[in-house]
Every structure is written in C-alpha cells, then in structure tokens.
C-alpha cells in the first residue's frame, strides 16, 4: 500500500474547506452569523510589497506554478491568540506624512499571529468548529512568478470602532519557491498606514500562516476574523491564465502613467523654485509672476501681476515665495499663491490703503461678494483650491441677489451673468416676488440636474 504523501496541515486545511462548503452554523437551528460587510479587492501586480508598482516587463508563464492562497474567516467565539504580529517583524515601514522607517511597529501589537503547528492546530480547530459558527468572507489565490506581487485589500467599518482595513502583499523575489508577506495597517489609501513585512518567506512546505483580528461583538456577530495565507504550488484553482497577464499588463501601464506623472511633477518643481529664486530681482519680478500665475492657475494673482505697481508688486512677491510650500509642483502651488493674492488685497482694502486698480481687479475676481473688505479672509477660509473658492463666490453672489440695495444686487447679477450663472428670468430691480421666482426656479432646476446625475446637493 503507498504511504500519504499529504502532510497534517494539508489535511487540516482540506478539512476546513470541506466545512466551509457545507453550513456556517454548528448548532442546530442556529442562525448564521450577522457579518459585517466587507469590501474585498485582489489583484496581481508587477514589483514588490516595497518598491510598488513597476513598469516592468510582464514575465512568461511559469512551468512550475506557484502561488499563494489566501482566506478569510469570520469566527464566532474569541481566539486567544498567545503571540502578536510585532514579534515577528523584519521591518516597519510608515506611512507618507511619518517617518519612512520605523524602529518598531505601533499597530502590529493588535493583530494575533500564528504560524507553524499553531497555525495547523488553530485550522484544524476551525474546521471541528471549536470555536464556533465559521463564515468563510473571501477566498482568493494568486499566480506568483519572479518580481510580481498579489495583493488583496480588506476593509469594513460596522460603526462600533472596530472596523478593519488592511493591505495583504505575497511578493516573490526570485525563483525560489518563497513568499515575502507584508501586511499593511490603518489604511485611508493605498499608499497610506503602517506597513510592517515579516521577517521569515513563506514556503509551500511551512504550512499556513494565521492573522488574527479581534473585535468587540454582540449576539449574533462574529468576535474574530482569522486571515489564512498558504503558499501553494497547485494551479491557481479556476484563475484564468489570460486574466493574469492583463492584470500585470495593467500594473505595468499604471505605473508607467505614474513615473511620467512623477517627472513632470520634478519639472514642475525645478521650475518653481528657479521662479522663486528670482523673485528678488526687480526686472525680472512682473514676467515671473505672470508666469507663475498663469501656469498654476491662480487667477486674482495673475490679474494683479499684470498691472499693480512696483511697490504692490513687490508686496505679491513676498506674500508668495511665503506661501508656497516647498518643493511644490504647479497643482501645490495653485492655492497658495491665490489665497496670498486674496488676503493682500483684502487687508489693503480693509485699511483704505488699495490701489483703484487693484480694487478693480478685486470686484472682478470676486463680484460684490469681494466689495466687503472684511469679509475676504472668511472668503477664502477653510479652502483647499481654486475651485473651492470659485464655487465660494458663486454661492455668495447668489445671496447678493436677495440684498435690499439694487445696486448690491446689479452687481452681483453682472458678475454672474458674465459667467453664464446667472438666474434665468431675474431682474435686479424687479418687484420681491418676480426676483425670488427666478431663484426659486433656478433651485429647483440645480435640484432636479442633481437628482438625474444621482448626487445631492
């Protein structure tokens, strides 16, 4: 008689499938577990959990398939779990608006960890249903050749603080038959939260490894979910070949369009800090702010570069070089330079101090929403663009129209209506009822156009 060749974790993890095939609940008329909803996305990629995407040649299918498989379990009863994540960390890598490297993870200590007889002790628990009713939430296997990375990304927030959202990366290197694993935590997008990349590969022979994430539950809920990663070297089950190397195909182009974004960004940079530079320089002043405005985008701060005086001018310089933030690219600089343009003029005009052709600009820019001197730093408070306060003076002129003062109201209608925003049917000086009317109408046009488009207002 020939000997089993399938090991005790083999055997386990075929046993927690044939489970999770068959009913969730252990108990006899028992519900099923009330699950949080969970949004799952799994993709290959090409590169690795720490270079990201790569534009890289898409490699040849493999003779020798290896992959990973990787599920996800909502479990009934707590699992207590004796060793956390951060014992076994190789590297912790933070996310962009913290330090790149991290001495030791400070999420990690949550996440429960298994591997080796633990992990093939704790399936086989599972599957006997020792703790509980099991719901299977996702399953998923990647194709990994040398230099490609599957991913999947995990996330739910079920409004009782115990939401999780992660990041899971199985990157091969080379052609060892090995798996880097790398978790990522806290995500708010993809290239944000704590990262932390385990110290030991993951073989085919090693058996599942476990992540355990724990979660406060009422009846009826689950007080775990269990993450299981087993590298393979079956086919990938169903997975289509074809389906494979587009996604690669689409990683590769992805980043493509990236790096090209990338060296436009440096251009753009390089670029500003040389404007910047010659901010100083009273001759070369007037055509660099021009340039500056006009390539970023900042209107009021293009008009005023076009005619204010030398004195005004120099002003805008400083106001400017102050403003923007370094190493910024045109779309970072936008905002900036236009909200330095704003609050100039705004605290000259609140002093009486305002050139007549900077004040013409000023009611230009901003119609009769900017005749108001104290008023213009609430304008621009509290905005992130241009466009924001684009859509800022627009609301505003539109109250203007409902002001006691026809001449309020004419020059607030003339400022729309040369932006074709203008209420169809009003007249500044006709009677109360006529004007509110035509804003009602206009209300209820912008309200229907928001319901069709499947957005509120």
């Not at 479990?75 to 994540?85: C, F, K, N, R, S």
């Not at 079956?234 to 369009?257: K, M, N």
């Not at 005004?312 to 236009?338: C, K, Q, S, Y």
């Amino acid at each position: 008689m020939k000997p089993s060749t399938h090991n005790p974790t083999q055997i386990a993890c075929a046993a927690l499938a044939v489970f999770l095939s068959g009913c969730s609940s252990l108990r006899a008329g028992a519900p099923p577990l009330r699950v949080p909803a969970l949004a799952v996305e799994a993709r290959h990629q090409l590169g690795s959990s720490l270079t990201g995407p790569l534009a890289a040649p898409v490699p040849a299918d493999s003779a020798a398939p290896f992959g990973v498989r990787q599920r996800g379990l909502w479990v009934e009863a707590p699992i207590p779990v004796g060793q956390t994540l951060d014992r076994f960390v190789g590297l912790v890598i933070g996310p962009a608006d913290s330090d790149p490297l991290r001495p030791v993870p400070r999420r990690a200590g949550s996440v429960g960890f298994v591997r080796g007889p633990e992990a093939t002790e704790l399936v086989r628990s599972l599957a006997q249903g020792g703790y509980g009713r099991t719901t299977q939430a996702w399953e998923e296997q990647g194709t990994l050749s040398p230099g490609t990375t599957f991913r999947l990304k995990a996330s739910t927030a079920d409004g009782t603080g115990d939401s999780v959202s992660f990041l899971l990366d199985a990157s091969r290197a080379g052609e060892p038959l090995e798996a880097r694993i790398a978790l990522q935590l806290g995500l708010r997008g993809d290239s944000e939260g704590e990262k932390v990349l385990l110290a030991e590969p993951l073989r085919p022979a090693d058996g599942p490894i476990a992540f355990v994430f724990q979660r406060a539950a009422r009846e009826d809920e689950p007080s775990a979910l269990v993450v299981l990663v087993e590298a393979t070297t079956d086919a990938a089950g169903g997975d289509d070949s074809s389906s494979t190397r587009g996604e690669f195909e689409a990683s590769a182009a992805a980043a493509s369009e990236r790096s090209r974004e990338i060296t436009r960004s440096e251009e753009e940079r390089r670029e500003i800090r040389g404007v910047l530079s010659d901010l100083d320089r009273p001759l070369e002043r007037r055509a660099r702010l021009v340039f500056l405005a006009s390539s970023c985008g900042a209107p009021l701060a293009l008009d005023i570069a076009l005619i204010a005086q030398d004195a005004d001018l120099a002003e805008l310089a400083t106001a400017v070089r102050a403003a923007i933030p370094e190493n910024a690219d045109r779309a970072a600089a936008a905002w900036p330079i236009e909200r330095a343009a704003w609050i100039l003029l705004g605290q000259k005009a609140a002093a009486g101090a305002i050139a007549p052709e900077l004040s013409g600009v000023l009611a230009r820019q901003g119609g009769e929403a900017a005749r108001f001197p104290g008023a213009i730093e609430d304008l621009v408070h509290g905005l992130r663009d241009v466009q924001g306060l684009t859509q800022r003076l627009v609301a505003e002129n539109r109250i203007l129209l409902e002001d006691a003062s026809p001449s309020s109201r004419l020059r607030a209608y003339d400022w729309l209506a040369a932006r074709g925003l203008a209420p169809t049917g009003y007249d500044p000086f006709g009677s109360l009822a006529d004007r509110r009317a035509a804003l009602r109408k206009l209300a209820e046009a912008e309200e229907a156009a928001a319901q069709s488009a499947g957005k509120p207002r």
